[in-house]
């Protein structure tokens, strides 16, 4: 195994001024203007109405993404296995945990405790779905979008079988942000398969044996995209996403761990 | 759904090494397992003022990590550190990577909270705007890949690196995670496991899901009353085994994996999503379910959970096979104990025995009635060949593992 492929058969984006992909393809591909603004969380109508009462932003994410790529990919999320990237667990349900153990009294709810696991995504996801198929609950800091997609392509080509790549950041409130400065939410899912169909927007490649170069990772030509790109883990992924909006083929470098890209090939379908 | 087919050819544990409350180092957990011997007293961690019991690791405030490093200082790297050091396993990672180079070694470890008791302190110390006024490193210690990228950065290893977190099931998962990226040809071999630490988060949150038990946690008994939380890391360096592996080696056949799409913090009654994960690492490892000697439970000691993969066990093992749960010795090491619970199994595949359930004493009716399991109540003198550990987790997230005796 030389290479690492999948055929890339749907994309879900959401992000501050980005409400969909089709919509963040124009503008990556220059067609539309990127206006910056909070990003709008929609409401999660697939879950049960207690479960869609406690959804975090989290889940919020990445059931709209998710669920985006599903229905452009036409699979069926029930039956699919997932990858969940992020760089950190809510870091808003954080907050109010240590607020509260900083108190006299130290009541947490719950609900709370529950939402503080770094899986809660995939929990609701699979309440959501229906789906009981494996899924790969991972972190990696400020490379957690790559490590979600090396392993969600070592799934695709080992296993033979379609995967969902969720990758996902919320936004810290203070004091936490003065550590960890996320500003905003952003999320995109890529649905991931062995074989190219009618459907693929592209075949994505690694290089099996080595991963990762010391090259430097690609920018964005848009400074405020680019601002996005290195303030968000996940978006992280951006420069890739540029050169599947303009049909490129050739190779992408996203940022990973210091010293160390990720080296992605693009075959346009 | 149908269980994957089989992806790879079996893995061996070249190294490994697992620290609890048991105490340091595979030697004194083989001797507790096999006397059936608990670690867990009553809890005296930091501040925290519940009625209940821990499985606490003495010396974890002395231990300092290399100086280089002294930004990922915070009690789950102390424990790591602590692990490492015993067993060779240390001297065994570098040696891998002198052998294999440094970038072909992938660092896939389990952990739930991480460093967060790090935050948790210094949210008592914010000034009157609520600023911190301690120096909190985030990313080297409250993060969850704090426990990956201490590792990594420990040996100068270059490989991919990356934490799995899905609760109780995460250094389970880390298996399948290094099974895979050495079917790809990514890597040649990886350090898997996972530890986790005692912090305010845990023992505060599960009191109130009022899941923790006032006394040492006793999973399957008739007078079970819920969980005690420990804390532990594991270590095992995983490589492709030769085509004969040796008769004292120890083999990774089969993991499984899957959802209960069920629920956040209960699993699914029918103990479904465990039966899939089973079934999956069965089919993996190519065995049958009388193949199994002996199954080390997730057996948390809540009745809930219990029930559920007791059903889970009974529909697809029936009534014979040997079975317990190991967390009355070490406590529910959360995102550790999978990691845990397959050295142990290690242990007994190596040593010959069977660990019983420690803290059990009667089996809970329901289990003798609905759904009969063969449940160890003491250790037991025998030879197992196929072994399974299961671990399930909050978000009904599922994995079993098979482990068997080379030769």
């Known amino acids: 195994m030389t290479r690492l492929t999948a055929s890339l058969d749907g994309i879900g984006l959401l992000g501050p001024g980005l409400q969909n992909w089709p919509q963040t393809r124009s503008i990556l591909r220059g067609e539309a203007i990127y206006l910056s603004c909070r990003t709008q969380l929609p409401a999660p ?30 699979m069926q999320a029930a039956h699919l296995a997932t990858v969940f990237t992020s760089s950190g667990s809510d870091g808003l349900n954080c907050h ?10 130290r009541m947490i709810s719950p609900t709370r405790f529950h939402n503080s696991v770094h899986n809660a995504a995939s929990g609701y996801w699979g309440i959501a779905t229906g789906a009981m198929a494996p899924s790969t609950v991972l972190c990696a800091l400020d490379a957690s979008f790559g490590v979600g997609l090396l392993e969600a392509l070592v799934q695709v080509a080992v296993l033979q079988q379609p995967v969902l ?25 890529l649905a991931l398969t062995p074989k190219r169909s009618d459907r693929s927007l592209a075949r994505l490649s690694i290089r099996a044996a080595a991963p990762f170069t010391d090259d430097p990772a690609n920018t964005l030509t848009n400074a405020d995209l680019d601002a996005l790109r290195r303030s968000i883990p ?34 346009p379908s | 759904m149908q269980p994957p087919a089989s992806p790879s050819p079996p893995l061996q544990f070249a190294a490994a090494t697992v620290t609890s409350c048991l105490g340091t180092g595979l030697e004194l957990h083989r001797l507790a397992l096999r006397q059936g011997s608990s670690g867990l007293a009553p809890c005296r961690f930091e501040t925290v003022d519940l009625p209940t019991w821990i499985g606490e690791v003495a010396g974890v405030d002395e231990v300092r990590l290399p100086r280089q490093w002294a930004d990922y200082d915070c009690r789950n790297n102390r424990l790591a550190e602590l692990a490492l050091q015993q067993d060779g396993f240390a001297a065994a990672v570098q040696a891998a990577a002198a052998r294999h180079g440094s970038h072909r070694v992938g660092v896939f470890l389990g952990t739930s909270t991480s ?3 790090q935050t948790e302190l210094a949210y008592r110390e914010r000034d009157a705007q609520g600023a911190f006024t301690t120096d909190l490193h985030y990313a080297q210690t409250h993060n969850t890949y704090s426990l990956a990228a201490y590792v990594s950065a420990r040996f100068g290893l270059r490989g991919p690196a990356m934490v799995v977190s899905s609760a109780c ?12 990226m ?16 005692l912090c305010l988060t845990t023992l505060y949150g599960f009191n109130a899901l009022e899941l923790l038990a006032p006394d040492p946690c006793r999973p399957f008994d008739a007078r079970r009353m819920g969980l005690s939380i420990g804390e532990a890391a594991a270590f095992v360096l995983l490589e492709a085994a030769p085509a004969q592996a040796a008769d004292e080696a120890v083999l990774l056949l089969g993991a499984g994996e899957s959802s209960d799409a069920h629920h956040m913090s209960s699993p699914h009654p029918e103990g479904l999503g465990a039966r899939l994960a089973m079934q999956a690492a069965l089919a993996q490892a190519g065995l049958q379910p009388s ?3 002996y199954i080390n439970l997730h057996g948390t000691a809540t009745p809930s959970n219990d029930r559920a993969e007791g059903r889970a066990v009974a529909s697809l093992f029936g009534p014979t096979t040997p079975c317990s749960s190991t967390k009355g010795a070490t406590g529910h090491t959360l995102g550790a104990a999978g990691g845990v619970e397959a050295v142990f199994c290690m242990l007994a595949l190596r040593h010959g025995f069977l660990p019983g359930g420690t803290g059990a004493d009667m089996l809970d009716p329901a289990f003798t009635r609905d759904t009969p399991l063969n449940y160890l109540l003491q250790p037991v003198e025998t030879a197992p060949r196929h072994v399974m550990s299961n671990s399930f987790g909050f978000g009904g997230t599922n994995c079993s593992l098979v482990l068997a005796r080379g030769g």
């Open chain 1, 234 to 267: 996940a978006a992280r992924a951006l420069p890739l996403l540029e050169a599947l909006s303009r049909g490129e083929s050739g190779t992408v470098v996203l940022d990973h761990l210091p010293g160390q890209g990720l080296a992605v090939t693009i075959d």
């Open chain 1, 96 to 105: 109010e945990i240590c607020a509260a153990l900083a108190c006299s009294d």
């Open chain 2, 182 to 197: 050495i079917a790809a040809n990514m890597i040649d071999c990886a350090v898997v496991g996972g530890v986790d630490s």
């Open chain 2, 291 to 293: 193949a199994i000697d």
């Open chain 1, 45 to 74: 109508q697939t879950l049960p109405a207690a479960e869609r009462r406690r959804a975090t932003a989290a889940v919020k994410l990445t059931l709209a993404t998710g669920l985006e790529a599903v229905a452009a990919a036409g």
């Open chain 2, 115 to 117: 460093g967060i008791l």
């Open chain 2, 169 to 180: 099931s995460s250094s389970a998962k880390v298996f399948a995670t290094a099974q895979r």
């Open chain 1, 165 to 189: 790549l969720l990758a996902y950041d919320t936004g810290y409130p203070e004091p936490l942000h003065s550590v960890r400065p996320i500003p905003d939410s952003f999320g995109l899912a």
